[in-house]
């Protein structure tokens, strides 16, 4: 199987020009420290010549196609960091963090560009994209790995695959590692196996100060808390994790059904969904979406909506007990489309995933955790399923219940039984006031339902909703001004928590 390119894709050169051209229109091109002085051309220098990797101010040529290609999303921000590095090594972001401390400018960081608020790119900033990083090294025996947090997720799968071994990654196969753990980690068998923060064993860190350490359960434990599941708002820059690897399971096993008319069934079907959700097994992954275009042609048509279920597990016999459940889905004799209990394979499920999310679109998404009685939230839940504005648009359920409480070593502390995520997909530029409001307006819609959001599909500058605990919120307050009093990092690019 060929598999697509799943990194950033760079703005082609008109699309960089037509963006730093609006950047001159509005006065960003000159370079300044954080006191708003333009910095001189020996400053500059000195960040050049001290950084093995890439450096790129505002204004350089090739300035717009370094920031552009640090987002995922084709509908890139209209926000311009000062300068963007692409360190080779620790001791390159060790100089930028040290370059933004000494000329008091806030620093941002890119693991994978994946994040859909692309809260990395920020005006004013240092922002040290983690990219060209990418060294992994994997240890068998303890069934851990040492890996670069630019690494992409499906990448590291590939490579821990002649190993026997796995580690959860997101569904989409091209976020990097660093953004995923660091916001939670909502991914493969997260249900049966806890998300990708609660396999972040230790992480190196570059400090506020410039400074490297290392974080574990033992030692400078802070910040490997806020490293599992803090998200944007981590006050340090992660260089290094060492990550809980799993052995791979035997068997991934897939049922689907699909109904051309969603409206028809969607009452039924959802109703379905909502009362399973306890009785659905850890290593059962179970999926409802929609979306408006053919399966076959990718042309627009009304709503359809998809049931998928995978079981991933070591027992074939598990596997296809636990898919019986399906058998109960209502009016699956009338599916357009089905599979029953056939083997896949991890890598076409990222391709899958990727199909749903491909390189080159336009994006904005929102989500919520809901416990809403079945009877309250199915009808609330028909428009943002069935009045889908484009034709790849697709909202998203899943049953993430029954829920296991959060261990208190960790800054991740949302969760609900349902997670419901709403995603729009278009492809012409003027569009993007319309489609990028589209996602927080449903979900804030739904907000008397909701219990909180998940930071790895966060809107947070555009719907503000809870994405932490009031215990684990006042706990990571307290932890970014004991470590970070200047406001070194930027955090947040809108509100964690409600007013």
């Known amino acids: 199987m060929n598999t697509p390119a799943t990194g950033p894709q760079p703005i082609g050169r008109r699309g960089a020009i037509k963006a730093l051209a609006g950047a001159l229109s509005t006065g960003m091109l000159a370079a300044c420290n954080g006191m708003g002085r333009p910095l001189s051309d020996a400053e500059k220098l000195s960040l050049n010549q001290s950084v093995e990797g890439k450096v790129y101010w505002l204004g350089d040529e090739a300035y717009e196609v370094a920031r552009g290609s640090t987002c995922y999303r084709a509908n890139k921000p209209k926000r311009y960091p000062q300068v963007i590095v692409q360190p080779l090594s620790d001791k390159d972001v060790v100089a930028a963090v040290k370059f933004a401390k000494a000329h008091g400018l806030k620093v941002t960081t890119r693991s994978g560009g994946h994040s859909w608020s692309a809260s990395h790119i920020r005006d004013h900033c240092v922002l040290i994209d983690m990219a060209r990083m990418q060294e992994i090294s994997i240890d068998p025996a303890t069934q851990t790995l040492w890996v670069n947090p630019g690494m992409i997720g499906s990448v590291i799968n590939r490579h821990l695959e002649p190993h026997g071994l796995v580690v959860p990654t997101a569904h989409h196969p091209s976020p990097g590692i660093g953004g995923f753990c660091l916001n939670g980690g909502f991914g493969w068998n997260s249900r049966l196996w806890g998300n990708g923060a609660r396999h972040v064993l230790a992480v190196d860190v570059v400090n506020a100060d410039g400074e490297l350490i290392r974080a574990d359960a033992t030692q400078n434990s802070d910040f490997w808390w806020a490293a599992r ?145 079945t009877e309250v939230l199915v009808p609330r839940l028909r428009k943002v399923f069935l009045e889908l504005p484009t034709p790849h648009t697709h909202t998203f359920w899943f049953a993430w219940g029954p829920c296991k409480p959060f261990p208190k070593d960790m800054a991740l502390s949302m969760q609900g039984p349902i997670f419901l995520g709403t995603y729009t997909l278009w492809e012409d530029e003027a569009q993007d006031t319309m489609m990028a409001a589209w996602p927080p307006m449903q979900m804030k819609a739904l907000s008397d339902l909701s219990l909180g959001g998940q930071l790895n599909d966060e809107n947070m500058l555009h719907h503000p909703q809870r994405y932490y605990t009031d215990e684990a919120w006042a706990k990571y307050e307290a932890l970014r001004q004991k470590h970070d009093p200047q406001g070194r990092f930027e955090g947040f690019l809108g509100k964690p928590m409600p007013l």
């Open 229 to 373: 599941g803090g998200g944007a708002g981590f006050f340090g820059v992660i260089v290094r994790m060492h990550l809980q690897a799993r052995p791979r399971p035997k068997y991934w096993k897939a049922t689907v059904y699909s109904f051309d008319n969603a409206a028809a069934v969607f009452d039924d079907v959802m109703t379905w969904a909502c009362n399973i959700v306890p009785h659905v097994p850890p290593y059962l992954e179970l999926v409802m979406s929609t979306t408006a275009n053919k399966r076959e042609t990718g042309e627009p048509c009304p709503a359809r909506i998809s049931i998928a279920a995978l079981a991933i597990t070591d027992d074939e016999a598990q596997a296809d007990a636990a898919l019986a459940l399906l058998d109960s889905v209502p009016h699956r004799e009338k599916a357009n489309f089905k599979v029953e209990k056939v083997p896949t394979t991890l890598e076409e499920r990222y391709q899958s995933g990727f199909k749903a999310d491909p390189a080159g679109m336009r994006f904005a998404a929102d989500n919520m955790y809901t416990d809403a009685p």
